[in-house]
């Protein structure tokens, strides 16, 4: 029996269309519960305020970098969005004299438009975002080999997934999505093979960078977060890292402040990758098969799943 059509986007699969036993024990988590999910491979942390979450995503770069050395470079995978914590690596770098020679950093999308990807002049460039919140503020003397700085681009999508064969990626940090994706890694349309069931796990896991067509509900949200609203001037299109490469990364590192995504959608991930229940509908509940998963949360941004009129 075919399952339900999204109720957001009935050509697309998202959580919309998962069981509704499954959808309700999710809403009704309280905080405490998810604390209380954490397993064997999966940790669940809690911080009280902003400062120390920010403090601790940006020291999670401060950590990788530091075991850097020339025999063995190692570097860390990281989001733009959140942002926040990007200044505090540089500050961070300049404190310490941390030199970067051997370091590497990647970031793990960016927008595509117009048969490739956008120039780093774009507005929207998440290259851009690095670069200006982080890597331009490193003392000269400590910064990174350019050649250390990896940015998903159409020609060189192959040298980039490789180079995670290459250097040791310690941590790969991310964001979740509101359609409970990490990077781009959204979920399919709902056609062909895939019109009454999504794509099995081990399907989807097989993805590496790649362009990928957005979600509807990902066009929006970044409409709603950078763009001022403007949907229209949203590219429908990105380059992401995939999961390959994720499933190179030591450890995945999730942080959620309760900006990017909703006190649902912070639930339902969590719940689905303590008790490893993969489905590619939700693609972050596939980081239930990762040996090594984080995920960390601002309290006060959980919320509550209550309805509540505005």
């Known amino acids: 029996m075919s399952r339900p059509l999204s109720v957001v986007a009935p050509e697309w699969w998202d959580y919309t269309t998962l ?34 979450f920010y403090l601790a995503e940006a020291l999670e770069y401060i950590e990788a970098w530091a075991q850097a050395t020339e025999e063995q470079p190692a570097g860390i995978c990281g989001p733009v969005g959140p942002t926040e914590q990007l200044p505090l690596v540089a500050q961070l770098v300049n404190a310490l004299g941390l030199d970067l020679r051997h370091a590497h950093f990647w970031g793990m999308d960016e927008w595509y438009a117009d048969g490739g990807e956008v120039p780093v002049e774009h507005e929207l460039s998440f290259e851009r975002a690095d670069r200006e919140l982080c890597f331009d503020r490193i003392d000269r003397g400590l910064t990174m080999r350019e050649e250390n700085l990896h940015f998903p681009k ?17 941590v790969m940090q991310g964001g979740q999505g509101e359609v409970a994706h990490w990077a781009f890694n959204d979920p399919p349309r709902r056609e062909g093979e895939y019109g009454d069931e999504p ?37 429908t299109q990105a380059l992401t890292v995939g999961p390959v490469e994720t499933w190179r990364a030591e450890r995945v590192s999730i942080w959620q402040a309760g900006r990017h995504n909703s006190p649902f959608g912070m639930r339902l991930t969590t719940l689905m990758v303590s008790k490893k229940i993969a489905d590619s509908s939700v693609p972050m509940s596939l980081l239930a098969l990762h040996p090594n998963v984080r995920f960390s949360f601002y309290r006060p941004g959980i919320g509550t799943c209550a309805a509540e009129m505005h």
């Not at 997934?161 to 040791?168: D, K, L």
């Open 199 to 235: 794509p099995p796990p081990e399907e989807y896991l097989k993805l590496g960078a790649r362009v990928v067509d957005l979600h509807p509900l990902t066009i929006i949200q970044n409409a709603r977060t950078s763009g001022g609203g403007q949907a229209s001037e949203v590219p």
């Open 19 to 52: 069981d509704k036993e499954l959808i309700g024990d999710a809403a009704r988590l309280t905080p405490e519960e998810m604390l209380g999910l954490s397993r064997p491979g999966f940790e669940v942390v809690f911080y009280d305020t902003r400062e120390s």
């Open 154 to 170: 159409v020609a060189n999508l192959e040298d980039y997934s490789a180079s995670f064969e290459r250097v040791r990626c310690v």
